[in-house]
Protein backbone atom coordinates (compact mmCIF):
# COMPACT_ATOMS: atom_id res chain seq x y z
CA UNK A 1 0.00 0.00 0.00
CA UNK A 2 1.16 3.73 -1.06
CA UNK A 3 1.63 6.36 2.42
CA UNK A 4 -0.82 8.69 1.42
CA UNK A 5 -0.23 12.87 2.24
CA UNK A 6 -2.19 13.63 5.20
CA UNK A 7 -3.29 16.80 3.13
CA UNK A 8 -6.77 16.96 3.71
CA UNK A 9 -8.77 19.86 1.38
CA UNK A 10 -10.19 22.81 3.60
CA UNK A 11 -8.36 21.53 7.21
CA UNK A 12 -6.49 23.82 9.17
CA UNK A 13 -2.93 23.70 8.61
CA UNK A 14 -0.55 22.59 11.48
CA UNK A 15 2.60 25.19 10.23
CA UNK A 16 1.90 28.11 7.99
CA UNK A 17 4.74 30.28 6.94
CA UNK A 18 3.53 32.93 4.25
CA UNK A 19 6.48 35.42 3.09
CA UNK A 20 8.52 34.71 6.03
CA UNK A 21 11.41 36.56 6.30
CA UNK A 22 13.99 36.93 8.97
CA UNK A 23 16.69 39.52 9.47
CA UNK A 24 19.53 39.81 12.15
CA UNK A 25 21.76 42.16 13.03
CA UNK A 26 25.54 40.97 12.93
CA UNK A 27 28.01 41.83 15.41
CA UNK A 28 29.80 44.33 13.49
CA UNK A 29 26.23 45.95 12.60
CA UNK A 30 24.95 44.98 9.25
CA UNK A 31 22.11 42.73 8.50
CA UNK A 32 22.23 39.50 7.82
CA UNK A 33 18.58 37.46 6.39
CA UNK A 34 19.09 33.88 7.51
CA UNK A 35 15.03 33.01 5.45
CA UNK A 36 13.20 35.38 2.83
CA UNK A 37 10.09 35.10 1.56
CA UNK A 38 9.68 31.87 3.04
CA UNK A 39 6.02 29.97 1.84
CA UNK A 40 6.01 26.19 4.11
CA UNK A 41 2.74 24.26 5.05
CA UNK A 42 2.66 21.22 6.94
CA UNK A 43 -0.50 19.55 7.46
CA UNK A 44 -1.91 18.16 10.94
CA UNK A 45 0.32 14.36 11.37
CA UNK A 46 2.41 15.20 8.67
CA UNK A 47 6.15 14.39 8.60
CA UNK A 48 8.28 17.08 7.24
CA UNK A 49 12.06 16.83 6.57
CA UNK A 50 13.99 20.05 5.47
CA UNK A 51 17.28 19.40 3.62
CA UNK A 52 19.45 22.37 2.63
CA UNK A 53 23.13 23.75 2.34
CA UNK A 54 25.01 23.77 5.79
CA UNK A 55 24.25 27.55 7.33
CA UNK A 56 21.56 28.41 4.96
CA UNK A 57 18.56 29.18 7.53
CA UNK A 58 17.00 25.68 8.47
CA UNK A 59 17.20 25.86 12.25
CA UNK A 60 16.50 29.69 12.08
CA UNK A 61 12.69 28.39 10.39
CA UNK A 62 12.07 25.79 13.44
CA UNK A 63 12.67 28.77 15.73
CA UNK A 64 9.86 30.82 13.74
CA UNK A 65 8.02 28.15 14.57
CA UNK A 66 8.53 27.57 17.80
CA UNK A 67 8.18 31.09 18.79
CA UNK A 68 11.36 31.68 19.96
CA UNK A 69 12.42 34.26 17.19
CA UNK A 70 9.83 36.49 15.64
CA UNK A 71 9.71 36.84 11.26
CA UNK A 72 10.70 40.57 10.42
CA UNK A 73 8.33 40.14 7.63
CA UNK A 74 5.44 38.05 6.87
CA UNK A 75 3.57 35.33 8.86
CA UNK A 76 3.74 32.63 10.67
CA UNK A 77 0.82 30.49 12.23
CA UNK A 78 0.36 27.26 14.02
CA UNK A 79 -3.17 25.98 13.41
CA UNK A 80 -4.35 29.33 12.42
CA UNK A 81 -3.38 31.41 15.50
CA UNK A 82 -0.31 33.55 14.40
CA UNK A 83 2.75 32.42 17.01
CA UNK A 84 3.03 35.13 19.71
CA UNK A 85 5.69 33.67 22.19
CA UNK A 86 6.38 30.01 22.79
CA UNK A 87 3.27 27.37 22.74
CA UNK A 88 3.09 24.86 24.81
CA UNK A 89 1.40 22.87 22.26
CA UNK A 90 4.86 22.59 20.44
CA UNK A 91 7.86 20.55 21.35
CA UNK A 92 11.28 21.05 20.38
CA UNK A 93 14.45 18.69 20.18
CA UNK A 94 18.06 19.72 19.93
CA UNK A 95 20.78 18.86 18.56
CA UNK A 96 22.76 19.11 22.12
CA UNK A 97 20.83 17.19 24.68
CA UNK A 98 18.68 19.67 26.85
CA UNK A 99 18.50 17.10 29.83
CA UNK A 100 19.03 18.45 33.29
CA UNK A 101 22.12 17.08 34.40
CA UNK A 102 21.54 17.15 38.05
CA UNK A 103 18.35 15.25 37.43
CA UNK A 104 17.69 11.39 37.46
CA UNK A 105 16.32 10.47 34.08
CA UNK A 106 12.42 9.73 35.54
CA UNK A 107 13.10 13.26 37.27
CA UNK A 108 13.94 14.63 33.67
CA UNK A 109 10.85 13.01 31.90
CA UNK A 110 8.14 14.20 34.72
CA UNK A 111 9.99 17.77 34.59
CA UNK A 112 7.67 19.13 31.68
CA UNK A 113 4.46 17.79 32.85
CA UNK A 114 5.12 19.49 36.54
CA UNK A 115 5.51 22.48 34.69
CA UNK A 116 2.25 22.24 33.10
CA UNK A 117 0.94 21.90 36.32
CA UNK A 118 0.01 18.38 36.01
CA UNK A 119 -0.06 16.99 39.64
CA UNK A 120 3.14 14.78 40.38
CA UNK A 121 1.43 11.54 41.07
CA UNK A 122 0.35 11.43 37.15
CA UNK A 123 3.55 13.20 36.02
CA UNK A 124 5.34 10.74 37.18
CA UNK A 125 3.02 7.46 36.27
CA UNK A 126 2.85 9.41 32.21
CA UNK A 127 7.08 9.68 32.52
CA UNK A 128 7.22 5.94 33.44
CA UNK A 129 4.81 5.19 30.56
CA UNK A 130 6.95 6.78 27.84
CA UNK A 131 10.37 5.69 30.04
CA UNK A 132 8.93 2.52 29.10
CA UNK A 133 7.77 3.04 25.23
CA UNK A 134 11.52 4.29 24.68
CA UNK A 135 13.06 1.06 26.42
CA UNK A 136 14.78 3.08 29.36
CA UNK A 137 12.12 1.67 32.23
CA UNK A 138 15.38 0.33 34.23
CA UNK A 139 17.01 3.26 33.94
CA UNK A 140 14.81 5.55 35.38
CA UNK A 141 17.14 6.09 38.47
CA UNK A 142 20.40 7.36 36.40
CA UNK A 143 21.58 10.72 36.03
CA UNK A 144 22.45 11.78 32.46
CA UNK A 145 26.22 11.04 32.80
CA UNK A 146 25.66 7.43 33.06
CA UNK A 147 23.76 6.88 29.90
CA UNK A 148 25.51 6.73 26.48
CA UNK A 149 24.29 8.83 23.33
CA UNK A 150 21.93 7.01 22.09
CA UNK A 151 20.05 7.10 25.72
CA UNK A 152 20.30 10.28 26.15
CA UNK A 153 18.48 10.72 22.65
CA UNK A 154 16.30 8.71 24.36
CA UNK A 155 15.42 10.47 27.08
CA UNK A 156 15.04 13.35 25.09
CA UNK A 157 12.30 11.93 22.71
CA UNK A 158 10.30 10.71 26.55
CA UNK A 159 10.72 14.32 27.58
CA UNK A 160 9.23 15.62 24.12
CA UNK A 161 6.19 13.39 23.85
CA UNK A 162 5.27 13.33 27.24
CA UNK A 163 3.89 16.73 26.72
CA UNK A 164 1.43 15.54 24.00
CA UNK A 165 2.88 18.21 21.62
CA UNK A 166 0.76 18.86 18.52
CA UNK A 167 4.00 19.51 16.68
CA UNK A 168 7.15 18.35 17.20
CA UNK A 169 10.20 20.51 15.29
CA UNK A 170 14.02 18.52 15.75
CA UNK A 171 17.05 20.05 14.81
CA UNK A 172 19.20 17.39 13.89
CA UNK A 173 18.80 15.50 16.72
CA UNK A 174 20.54 12.33 15.73
CA UNK A 175 23.27 14.09 13.74
CA UNK A 176 26.25 13.27 17.08
CA UNK A 177 25.19 9.43 16.78
CA UNK A 178 27.26 6.65 15.09
CA UNK A 179 25.42 4.84 12.06
CA UNK A 180 24.24 2.43 13.87
CA UNK A 181 22.49 4.11 16.66
CA UNK A 182 21.15 6.86 14.52
CA UNK A 183 19.23 4.21 12.25
CA UNK A 184 17.99 2.43 15.36
CA UNK A 185 16.57 6.17 17.18
CA UNK A 186 15.26 6.54 13.58
CA UNK A 187 13.18 3.62 13.95
CA UNK A 188 12.03 3.99 17.35
CA UNK A 189 11.53 7.81 16.32
CA UNK A 190 8.73 6.30 13.72
CA UNK A 191 7.52 3.87 16.30
CA UNK A 192 7.19 6.45 18.70
CA UNK A 193 5.53 9.02 16.46
CA UNK A 194 2.62 6.40 14.93
CA UNK A 195 -0.41 7.18 16.03
CA UNK A 196 0.25 9.96 17.81
CA UNK A 197 -1.55 12.81 15.67
CA UNK A 198 1.65 15.34 15.87
CA UNK A 199 2.77 17.39 13.18
CA UNK A 200 7.22 16.84 12.58
CA UNK A 201 9.43 19.23 11.04
CA UNK A 202 12.86 17.63 10.84
CA UNK A 203 15.39 19.11 10.20
CA UNK A 204 18.99 17.09 8.56
CA UNK A 205 21.60 17.65 6.59
CA UNK A 206 21.41 13.84 5.88
CA UNK A 207 19.14 13.13 2.75
CA UNK A 208 18.81 9.46 3.49
CA UNK A 209 17.66 10.09 6.81
CA UNK A 210 15.47 12.54 5.45
CA UNK A 211 13.46 10.50 2.56
CA UNK A 212 13.34 7.47 5.17
CA UNK A 213 11.30 9.59 7.67
CA UNK A 214 9.31 11.64 6.02
CA UNK A 215 6.11 12.04 3.71
CA UNK A 216 7.18 15.18 2.14
CA UNK A 217 10.96 16.14 1.98
CA UNK A 218 11.34 20.29 1.44
CA UNK A 219 15.10 21.42 -0.35
CA UNK A 220 15.93 24.98 1.04
CA UNK A 221 18.22 27.27 -1.47
CA UNK A 222 21.32 28.24 -0.45
CA UNK A 223 21.41 31.39 2.00
CA UNK A 224 19.30 33.23 2.78
CA UNK A 225 16.92 30.21 2.67
CA UNK A 226 13.63 30.07 0.60
CA UNK A 227 11.85 26.57 -0.40
CA UNK A 228 13.31 25.84 -3.55
CA UNK A 229 11.18 22.51 -4.33
CA UNK A 230 8.97 19.97 -2.15
CA UNK A 231 8.74 16.25 -3.14
CA UNK A 232 5.99 13.48 -2.22
CA UNK A 233 7.94 10.62 -0.64
CA UNK A 234 5.39 8.07 -1.82
CA UNK A 235 6.87 5.10 0.09
CA UNK A 236 4.58 2.81 2.09
CA UNK A 237 4.25 3.18 5.60
CA UNK A 238 4.96 1.56 8.54
CA UNK A 239 8.98 1.65 7.75
CA UNK A 240 12.06 0.68 8.84
CA UNK A 241 15.07 3.04 8.26
CA UNK A 242 17.61 -0.09 6.61
CA UNK A 243 14.42 -1.94 4.84
CA UNK A 244 13.05 1.21 3.49
CA UNK A 245 16.87 1.94 2.07
CA UNK A 246 16.44 -1.18 -0.59
CA UNK A 247 12.98 -0.22 -2.35
CA UNK A 248 14.15 0.90 -5.83
CA UNK A 249 12.30 3.82 -5.17
CA UNK A 250 13.89 5.43 -2.46
CA UNK A 251 17.06 5.14 -4.90
CA UNK A 252 14.72 7.02 -7.50
CA UNK A 253 13.65 9.68 -5.04
CA UNK A 254 17.19 10.47 -3.67
CA UNK A 255 18.67 10.54 -6.95
CA UNK A 256 15.68 13.47 -7.69
CA UNK A 257 16.00 15.06 -4.46
CA UNK A 258 19.91 15.03 -4.68
CA UNK A 259 19.66 16.68 -7.99
CA UNK A 260 18.35 19.85 -6.39
CA UNK A 261 20.15 19.95 -3.17
CA UNK A 262 23.33 19.09 -5.03
CA UNK A 263 23.38 22.60 -6.79
CA UNK A 264 22.34 24.29 -3.31
CA UNK A 265 25.37 22.50 -2.18
CA UNK A 266 27.75 23.69 -4.94
CA UNK A 267 26.54 27.33 -4.56
CA UNK A 268 27.00 27.23 -0.93
CA UNK A 269 31.01 25.59 -1.40
CA UNK A 270 31.64 28.19 -4.07
CA UNK A 271 30.69 31.17 -2.23
CA UNK A 272 32.75 29.57 0.55
CA UNK A 273 35.42 29.38 -1.52
CA UNK A 274 35.62 32.85 -3.04
CA UNK A 275 35.51 34.26 0.77
CA UNK A 276 38.35 32.50 2.06
CA UNK A 277 40.19 33.38 -1.98
Same mark, same amino acid.
Given at each position: ????????????????????????????????????????? !?????????????????????????? /?????????? !??? #?????????????????????? $?????? %?????????????????????? /??? !???????? $????????????????????????????????????? !???????????? #????????? %? %???????????? /???????????????? #????????????? +????? +??????????????????????? #????? $???
Amino acid at each position: MVHVSPHKAGAVPAIELTGATKRFRTPSGTLHTAVRDLDLT !VAPGEFVAVVGPTGCGKSTTLTLVSG /LEEPTEGEVK !VYG #EHVDGIDPNVGFVFQQDAVFPW $RTVLSN %VTAGPRFRGVPADEAREKARDW /LAR !VGLAAFED $RYPHQLSGGMRKRVALAQTFVNDPKILLMDEPFSALD !VQTRALMSDQLL #ELWAGTGSS %V %VFVTHDLDEAIA /LADRVVVMTAGPATVK #EVFTVDLPRPRTV +EAVRL +EPRFVELYREIWASLGEEVRITR #ERGAG $RAA
